[in-house]
């Protein structure tokens, strides 16, 4: 599977968020990859400026 775009994110995110409480963006982000059957290719995949893994940076 590809990584999802931003679009598509939305709303298992919000559905996670919706428990009334306090989750952490890393656990958010892996809850999400795992929800995607990310590969650890996928997940570690960065932009190109190198900084940030492209899936953290669309669930951020």
């Known amino acids: 599977m590809s990584i999802p775009d931003f679009q598509s994110?939305?709303?298992p995110l919000?559905?996670?968020a919706s428990d009334n409480k306090?989750?952490?963006l890393r656990d958010a982000i892996t809850y999400l990859a795992n929800i995607f059957n990310l590969s650890d290719e996928e997940r570690k995949e960065l932009l190109?400026?190198?900084q940030q893994a492209v899936?953290?940076?669309r669930v951020g």
Do not use: V
């Open 9 to 11: 994110i939305m709303l």
């Open 14 to 16: 919000l559905k996670y």
């Open 22 to 24: 306090e989750h952490s």
């Open 48 to 50: 190109s400026s190198g």
């Open 55 to 57: 899936f953290d940076n």
